[in-house]
T-cell receptor, first 111, second 113 residues
Framework: GNSVTQMEGPVTLSEEAFLTINCTYTATGYPSLFWYVQYPGEGLQLLLKATKADDKGSNKGFEATYRKETTSFHLEKGSVQVSDSAVYFCALMNTGNQFYFGTGTSLTVIP | NAGVTQTPKFQVLKTGQSMTLQCAQDMNHNSMYWYRQDPGMGLRLIYYSASEGTTDKGEVPNGYNVSRLNKREFSLRLESAAPSQTSVYFC????????????FGPGTRLLVL
């Protein structure tokens, strides 16, 4: 079946620290992979995506590379800001119409 | 262009009461989705509609019904609310193809006493 596993939170970092949030997936075939971000009191917003192996998605300084050999899509940012504090969700979409989400990782960045 | 809108924003129900959560999108998307979000569980799919006139069950459909009223609107109904349905409910619509992604509404927070 399809599933997404992401690292447990919460994660607390100081401003300008390096961020990694791990995400691994289980799927048949060649899914598309996504990172969504949820700010307090809001719905999810697409942060970045990758649709095939070795693709790198990037947006707002965040990056993630689709690694088929390790079934991973880890989220990274070189220097986090207070405004990056949010909950981050890894997700996949396989054949068909359903998306599968991880449990979310809460990030707090302190000045 | 409002994107995805949901009503109400917040609702308190007593066990056994019924209610309908409304969702509308103005982006002309074919597919629409209902999720629930619970602490430590991420988002779980309740129902989805791949196109106007079709609906399919997701991971947790029990206790819910849906109606795809037209291309814009996709409602979620709780016929007899239970405390286990206390959650935050999100509606989403999907754009397919090269720009593949889902757009989410702001959510409805439901408390069942």
């Amino acid at each position: 079946g399809n599933s997404v596993t992401q690292m447990e939170g919460p994660v607390t970092l100081s401003e300008e620290a390096f961020l990694t949030i791990n995400c691994t997936y289980t799927a048949t075939g060649y899914p598309s992979l996504f990172w969504y971000v949820q700010y307090p009191g809001e719905g999810l917003q697409l942060l970045l995506k990758a649709t095939k192996a070795d693709d790198k998605g990037s947006n707002k300084g965040f990056e993630a590379t689709y690694r088929k050999e390790t079934t991973s899509f880890h989220l990274e940012k070189g220097s986090v800001q207070v405004s990056d504090s949010a909950v981050y969700f890894c997700a996949l979409m396989n054949t068909g119409n359903q998306f599968y989400f991880g449990t979310g990782t809460s990030l707090t960045v302190i000045p | 262009n409002a994107g995805v809108t949901q009503t109400p924003k917040f609702q308190v129900l007593k066990t056994g009461q019924s209610m309908t959560l409304q969702c509308a999108q103005d982006m002309n998307h074919n597919s629409m989705y209902w999720y629930r979000q619970d602490p430590g569980m991420g988002l779980r799919l309740i129902y989805y509609s791949a196109s106007e006139g079709t609906t399919d069950k997701g991971e947790v459909p029990n206790g819910y019904n849906v109606s795809r009223l037209n291309k814009r609107e996709f409602s979620l109904r709780l016929e007899s609310a239970a405390p286990s349905q206390t959650s935050v409910y999100f509606c989403a619509s999907r754009v397919q193809g090269a720009q593949e992604t889902q757009y989410f509404g702001p959510g409805t927070r439901l408390l069942v006493l």
